[in-house]
């Protein structure tokens, strides 16, 4: 009976090629679609569960108290590694990574000089983290301070195809380090990214003071791997307790956080988890599932608009003994070879789209083939897009009584209709309700680009101050060479790169600071020049300057947010106190800046000159000529100066926009899919008026013989299927506006939710109904009355 069932499905397949293709090509891009967002949400779910250890890894972080409110960060104290490893039995491994003091630095062998993404940490990060290692090994790569790991990229990079194992590279122009193990490349999906690993021994040679950092301090990231993950509970209550006993005046508690949360599960509330990428990742696997849904919905209103054309089939094989049952199998089979087919499509469509996404997004998404899981999951999709296709022309298709079906009659016991409205309806309100959010979603990263950020973003750059540029007599020639060739206006030190989160301090008071006050100040290093050179406002006060010795040693600017906080109507001249420093003056207050996170509020913060302390040199290129000529004059004075370092400049409007990378890629997947699902609803809507027509044909051939025009015809088709493009706006609107104002509650500063983008979302889905049901209105409008009265 199957293969029967089948014969027939095949059958009407090839017999109405233009309905098999409108249908199965509505199913096959609606399973593109479908399966592209099920790749990038594997894809995001994926980060670092290639470890084969990942469910007793676990990442330290750290709660501060801020007033009774807790901020959570991943730095930790460069103790508590040691401290967890020898006191708590369950603990297996700890390891540090040192957090960016010197990820990009100049690695050198023969002629060849690279700046290299080089992490610090402890030899038993190896044993945490494993590598797929090409030579060497995890016991003996990291085993003395000299020793350095890289990838297989770095090792092609610098030493072609041979073996590197013994090879030695000259770290900063300063230090020879020996090649002992080379890995293979770091799948893009893991969150530690590097070209080389350096011991911690290393660093401890290269940072001596950060030896004696105390249990305040936080300086690194902190990886713990348990004997048993069943412990975790025992052990984070211990880890939790750890700073506090070391230190009772402590704000700071560590505690274990499960590394495989760690990419998607990156903002905390008052030390709580609030989710981060996951909710993005939520938001796609329920938009895959809206896809899809869409597409079969689809499915149904083609399938029974063809009702006419299938109830004498349906009749006469009742008549001749066929039970329910039988014919809903067919009809079931026919939806399943129809999904069977589609999803063939589906792979092509996808494998094409796939490297033009993975370039959109800047991500490495594949098909991995080989992996059942895949199939599984591919097997699955395909049954349950049959099954919920099918089921409803199955149990309506199959219910049709032979007598009346026989007599001309379509007669069910009932009307499909207000089903099938039903259907269209759910279709294009979830469709509004994608174009909303989309629109919306745009809306807001448009707003964030264009928002005043307090400084000027435009011809800023920074390169990074290292060899000879260390030095301060020669930066200072550096500088005034830089402004004589006319490449840069003005020029000065900062304390990290400047669109980075910096260092916080809990140890500054002021007069009139409450002594249950626990607010935790950011601060940074500057040179002269400061606001010139990144075209932020002094708004009291003046900028540091050399004309005043003291601008070096106990002068500070504080910004607008800072001042805020001290609650000081005028603070210049005001002294400050931080930690054992001498006492600082304010000498002035900059206006708030937005460089470090978009959206959101300026942080409360403090600049004081330290030269020694700032990691690179902020630049105002000269406007008057193109930044093609002022960055060639730079690289020739810095090739002047620090020939051994080859250049590197960061534009800071590139940094900027880079930081709206998430938003971005919202709205380019929104934007995407969201147009695909109303195309799909079209389809849907295509099929509804498929039927209705052939359910009025006679009467509207009985109404052009009575004398209506064309034009009453339109409107009387028309009306009916704009009442429920109506009635979809209505039910998306509220739906849409309570996700995109639950998304908006994450920035500070954000659009207002104005009717406009309703308006937009239904207009746009107005016109499309109108023109997609228009072709077929005027279609049967045209048509010869005779045709269908001849009968009659």
């Excluded at 494993?130 to 990229?153: C, D, M, R, W």
């Excluded at 307090?454 to 301060?472: R, T, W």
């Excluded at 002294?575 to 978009?598: A, C, Q």
């Excluded at 920035?747 to 016109?767: C, E, T, W």
């Amino acid at each position: 009976m199957f293969f029967i069932n089948l014969k027939i499905a095949i059958r009407n397949l090839v017999k109405n090629k233009g309905f098999s293709l409108i249908n199965i090509g509505g199913l096959a891009i609606g399973m593109a679609c479908c399966l592209l967002l099920l790749l990038y949400v594997s894809y995001e779910w994926g980060y670092d569960r290639h470890f084969k250890d990942i469910d007793r890894i676990y990442i330290s972080r750290l709660n501060i108290d801020i007033n009774g409110k807790l901020a959570t960060t991943v730095a930790t104290p460069n103790k508590l590694a040691a401290e967890a490893q020898q006191t708590l039995p369950g603990v297996e491994q700890t390891s540090r990574m040192a957090m960016g003091r010197d990820d990009a630095r100049l690695f050198s062998y023969q002629q060849q000089n690279y700046k290299l993404d080089a992490k610090s940490v402890d030899p038993s990060f190896l044993q945490i983290f494993e590598q797929k290692f090409i030579y060497g090994n995890a016991g003996t790569a990291l085993s003395t301070p000299n020793s350095v790991l890289i990838t297989k990229s770095t090792a092609r990079k610098l030493f072609g195809n041979s073996n590197p194992i013994g090879q030695t590279l000259k770290y900063d122009n300063r230090k020879w380090l020996k090649v002992t193990a080379v890995v293979e490349d770091l799948p893009k999906n893991q969150s530690i990214q590097y070209d080389a690993l350096l011991s911690w021994a290393f660093f401890d040679q290269e940072h001596p003071d950060d030896k004696e950092n105390g249990w305040g301090a936080i300086t690194c990231f902190t990886f713990f791997k348990l004997k048993d993950k069943s412990q975790f509970a025992s052990l984070d209550a211990s880890v939790r307790k750890m700073i506090k006993s070391h230190d009772a005046k402590t704000q700071l508690e560590a505690f274990l956080f499960p590394y495989s949360k760690f990419h998607l599960y990156n903002e905390f509330v008052n030390g709580k988890p609030a989710g981060g990428r996951i909710d993005q990742v939520k938001l796609f696997l329920f938009l895959a599932f809206c896809v899809l849904l869409i597409a079969t919905i689809n499915y149904m209103n083609l399938s029974t608009a063809r009702s006419e054309k299938r109830a004498r089939e349906v009749g006469v094989r009742k008549a001749l003994g066929s039970t329910r049952r039988s014919l809903m199998s067919q009809f079931m089979i026919e939806s399943m070879l129809f999904s069977l087919i589609a999803m063939f499509i589906a792979f092509g469509l996808l494998e094409l789209c796939l490297p033009y996404f993975n370039n959109l997004l800047e991500i490495s998404m594949q098909i991995d083939y080989s992996s059942y899981l895949f199939w599984i999951i591919i097997s699955i999709l395909v049954l349950l897009t049959g099954f919920l296709a099918g089921s409803y022309p199955a149990f309506y298709l199959s219910s049709f009584i032979p007598v009346k079906v026989l007599k001309g009659s379509t007669g069910t016991g009932g009307s499909s209709l207000p089903v099938r409205k039903t259907l269209v309806v759910l279709q294009f309100s979830l469709s509004i309700c994608m174009i909303v959010c989309a629109i919306i979603v745009y809306t807001q990263i448009q707003f964030m680009r264009n928002q005043p950020l307090g400084f000027s973003q435009d011809n800023l750059v920074q390169m990074d101050l290292e060899g000879a540029l260390k030095d301060a007599k020669k930066l200072e020639l550096f500088k005034a060479e830089l402004v004589k060739s006319g490449a840069v206006l003005s020029s000065s030190e900062f304390a990290q790169s400047f669109t980075e989160n910096g260092s916080i301090t809990g140890g500054l008071s002021w007069p009139g600071k409450a002594a249950n006050d626990r607010s935790v100040i950011d601060f940074r290093s500057i040179g002269f020049n400061f606001s010139k050179t990144i075209g932020a406002q002094i708004v009291k006060g003046r900028d540091f300057s050399p004309k005043f010795v003291a601008d070096t040693a106990t002068s500070v600017l504080v910004n607008e947010a800072l001042a805020e906080v001290m609650g000081i109507k005028d603070p210049v001249g005001t002294v400050l106190r931080w930690s054992d420093n001498p006492p600082l003056t304010i000498v002035g207050v900059i206006k708030n800046y937005s460089n470090e996170r978009l959206g959101v509020k300026t942080l409360p913060t403090f600049f004081f000159y330290n030269v020694g302390m700032s990691k690179v040199l902020l630049m105002k290129l000269n406007p008057e000529q193109s930044a093609g000529t002022s960055v060639g004059l730079i690289k020739q004075i810095s090739q002047k100066f620090n020939s051994a370092y080859p250049l590197q400049l960061t534009f800071i409007n590139q940094d900027i926009s880079d930081k709206l990378k998430l938003e971005r890629r919202l709205s380019i997947l929104s934007n995407f899919f969201g147009g695909f699902a109303i195309f799909i609803s079209c389809l849907g809507l295509l099929g509804l008026a498929l039927y209705m027509a052939e359910q009025r044909k006679k009467e509207i051939s009985i109404r052009k013989v009575l004398g209506a025009d064309l034009k009453s015809i339109l409107i009387l088709l028309n009306k009916d299927f704009i009442k429920l493009v109506l009635l979809s706006n209505l039910i998306a609107f509220p739906v849409a506006y309570i996700c995109i104002n639950s998304w908006l509650k994450s920035y500070d500063y954000k659009v207002m939710i104005g009717p406009g983008p309703f308006i937009v979302a239904g207009m746009i889905s107005l016109l499309i109904a109108l023109i997609t049901v228009s072709l077929q209105s005027f279609k049967v409008a045209k048509a010869n009355a005779v045709d269908a009265l001849k009968y009659e």
